[in-house]
């Protein structure tokens, strides 16, 4: 059961103070014993306008979620899952506490000119109870894991966007400089008692990091006539100090150049066709391992990447309709990937290579039916990975994939108000191990959508809604590396939305 609203409008008579309250609280189980999925979310915001020119917006948020710790089934061969769930139902939650808050500052200093600050302030606490089975002495045993977390978020951006033109060419131009400060600390202890004696473990130190990052940046969108190019550049200074379990601290110092140009032309006729270049850095937080057998681990390596891409977009004359399709190549160093090998989760860095083919359509046929399709063949081949995997597809990234939704809903006659959609996702073969020594079948999924307007019944904004995950409940399972899981059972969800 779910409950969610959405609130705004002014506080004054003026309209200088507004407000929105948005809430969520959810009470749910899962097919999984001692799965839960509950949620409590609370999200106030206050903005005040000092004069025409001038704004601020006040952001909170605070929210309680509980879900299960543990979702995979036990395998008890390589690349098998069973129906055993590793889960224990009396130690199975993990509870996150999060809260948020901030603001954003605008100021027009002239017609053409808008400055900006966005500063926001987050903390996060985790706390996961897991568990699973292991082989001893010819039969199955437990273990049960506890895990905690705190982090802490600090982020200020401060940029001033421009409109201007030169001769034929407009120009959007952004300039700015931010600031990030980010922290964890994490304990963690595995015992092989009993629920509850882990639960009353001391939870020795499992290692923290903090990262301190100052970006500078600018980004131009330029249109000429049917043209659009865009350039943007970044330059990122990064400093990161990790601690491992035994506290010792490791220091490191990262900076980097991305950027992207882009262009962009628009015929007549509803062509556009496009291409984009761009670098990417990222520096990313937690610890990985080069050997996920062994309990040696280092502080994660900024993940860089470039991107290549060339693609067109037709707008089909005369009607709400685009179609999309477009060529990639991915060129990845040290992404960050989770192996679940050994039995426990542990991250890892690749150098990977993506290159592939999307097409994706949106079509209103009609005014009462609308179709969205769209279809994906990627290669993910890893360039430097854990021994015996260079030169091998990664796990679990299906080769093709595609899905077909279609939604007709009448406008008039007696249909009106009564909206019904269906559709199939299909995912492609995969490879089950980094190693690629076997397979991932492919699979069919169904899914239904129903809507129903009470309007017809006299009541206004009111709209009952159904939905079908699923259909006909499809059984299997999906390894990634290594460790296979089940699939999602049939879900079916029932809402109902009122809009004042």
């Known amino acids: 059961a779910e409950l969610a609203f959405d609130f ?48 601020i917006t006040f952001l909170g948020e605070y929210s309680e979620a509980t879900v299960g710790g543990t979702a995979a089934f036990y395998n008890p061969s390589y690349g098998t899952a069973s129906n055993l769930y590793n889960g224990d139902p009396a130690y199975n939650d993990f509870d996150q506490t999060q809260w948020r808050a901030g603001y954003q500052l605008e100021h027009d200093l002239t017609d053409a000119i808008t400055l900006r600050q966005n500063l926001r302030y987050a903390e996060v606490d985790a706390d996961l109870e897991y568990s699973g089975f292991y082989a001893a002495g010819g039969g199955l045993a437990r273990y049960w894991g506890h895990y905690v977390e705190d982090m802490q978020q600090f982020t200020v951006d401060t940029h001033a966007e421009i409109a201007f033109n030169t001769g034929a060419v407009d120009h959007e131009f952004v300039a700015g400089i931010d600031y990030t400060q980010a922290s964890y600390d994490a304990f963690s202890a595995v015992g092989y008692v009993s629920a509850a004696d882990t639960a009353a473990m001391p939870l020795p130190y499992a290692g923290g990091q903090e990262n301190d990052q100052t970006g500078v940046y600018f980004h131009d969108q330029m249109t000429a006539g049917a043209w659009t190019i865009f350039a943007s550049g970044r330059y990122d200074w990064v400093d990161t100090t990790a601690r491992d379990a035994t506290g010792t601290r490791t220091t490191t110092s990262d900076e980097a150049f991305s950027g992207r140009l882009g262009v962009a032309y628009e015929f007549a006729n509803g062509v556009t066709p496009f291409a984009n270049y761009s670098t990417s850095f990222s520096p990313n937080v937690g610890r990985v391992f ?67 083919f999307e097409i994706e359509a949106q079509a209103n046929l009609t005014e009462a039916l609308r179709v969205t399709g769209s279809f994906t063949q990627v290669e993910v081949e890893i360039e430097k990975g854990a021994a015996g995997t260079n030169g091998n597809d990664l796990s679990a990234i299906p080769e093709t994939s595609a899905s077909l939704w279609a939604f007709y809903e009448p406008r008039a006659g007696a249909l009106k108000g009564i909206g019904i959609g269906g559709g199939l996702r299909y995912v492609g073969p995969s490879w089950g191990d980094d190693q690629n020594t076997f397979r991932n079948s492919e699979k069919l999924f169904a899914d239904l959508s129903f809507t129903y307007d009470l309007a017809r019944h006299g009541i206004k904004g009111m709209v009952l809604q159904a939905n079908i995950k699923n259909l006909f409940d499809e059984d299997g399972q999906t390894c990634s590396a290594g460790t296979c899981y089940r699939y999602e059972g049939r879900t079916a969800t029932l809402g109902l939305r009122h809009r004042f």
């Not at 899962?30 to 609370?42: A, E, N, V």
């Not at 992404?335 to 993506?354: A, Y």
Request: proline share 5%; hydrophobic share 30%; glycine share 8%.
């Open 8 to 55: 705004s409008g002014p506080v004054d008579e003026d309209g200088k103070l507004l407000y929105r309250l948005t809430g969520l609280w959810r009470d749910a189980g899962t097919p999984l014993p001692g799965y839960d999925d509950d949620k409590m979310l609370l999200a106030p915001s206050l903005t005040y306008h000092f004069n025409d020119r001038t704004r």
């Open 290 to 356: 080069d050997d996920v057998t062994s309990t040696v681990s280092r502080a994660a390596e900024p993940t860089r990447a470039e991107q290549a891409e060339i693609g067109v977009k037709y707008v089909i004359p005369g009607t709400d309709s685009l179609i999309t399709a477009s060529l990639f190549d991915i060129q990845q160093e040290d992404g960050v990937v989770l192996d679940t090998s050994t039995g426990v989760n542990k991250q890892r860095q690749l150098d990977l290579h993506s290159k592939g």
